[in-house]
């Protein structure tokens, strides 16, 4: 059934015409509690369960956040993703269903007007505004972090991968803070725990 919200960036990016989609379908996880499936619609505001036995889905819809990508679940049968555009994590905690997000840094005056910025830049592309003119991209890649990859390592820590910022966000749920730590190498993408917590990630370029 087609969202009755407006679509993020369907029909908007111009650069892309076969784009031909509302939903923008993206990343799955699997539970290992009850075996169902999550699935990130990456144009929407909201995530989707599917149930492999029954073969219903439910929408659990979102207030905030843009963007929703790479998705992963922790021990505690806990939902968590990256939502790319807006510089955030967010996590559905399927006991309450209910989303809890974590804002990540902005390294400068520009990303972060830049990203409190980003309903009103959709709005304007909806207009038929270049992406280009509002989102650049500059040497430094500034203005877009682009929180990308996400891992949950053994001890329970959320790591995420910022492709556009060379730097990872480590978020510990229980205090719910967030710790930042760069990387040595350009564009890390994604990533993934080994059994000792150790973190094993791709560099883009």
């Known amino acids: 059934v087609k ?19 509302y939903q923008g379908i993206h990343s799955l996880a699997e539970s290992a509690k009850d075996g169902h499936i ?9 995530l989707i369960e599917f149930d492999p036995v029954t073969k219903a889905f439910r929408v659990h819809q979102m207030d905030s956040g843009f963007y929703p990508h790479t998705i992963r679940f922790d021990a505690k049968d806990r939902v968590w993703f990256t939502l790319a555009l807006s510089n955030q ?9 209910k989303f809890t997000l974590y804002d990540l840094p902005a390294r400068g005056l520009r990303e972060r007007l830049t990203v409190a910025l980003i309903k009103p830049i959709f709005k304007l592309m909806s207009w038929g505004v270049p992406l280009s003119n509002w989102l650049p991209v500059d040497s430094l890649s500034t203005g877009v972090p682009l929180p990308y990859g996400i891992a949950v390592t053994p001890d329970g820590s959320v790591w995420v991968s910022r492709l556009h910022a060379d730097d990872l966000a480590r ?3 229980k205090s719910g803070s967030v710790t930042m730590v760069s990387v040595p190498f350009a ?6 725990s080994d059994a000792d917590g150790n973190l094993w990630i791709t560099a883009f370029p």
């Open 171 to 173: 978020i510990d749920p």
């Open 89 to 97: 994590v967010a996590m559905f905690d399927r006991t309450s269903n």
């Open 187 to 192: 564009g890390p993408r994604r990533l993934r």
């Open 3 to 21: 969202s009755t919200q407006w679509s993020l960036l369907a029909g908007r990016l111009r650069d892309f015409p076969k784009h031909e989609t």
């Open 38 to 46: 999550f699935i990130t619609s990456s144009y929407q505001r909201r």
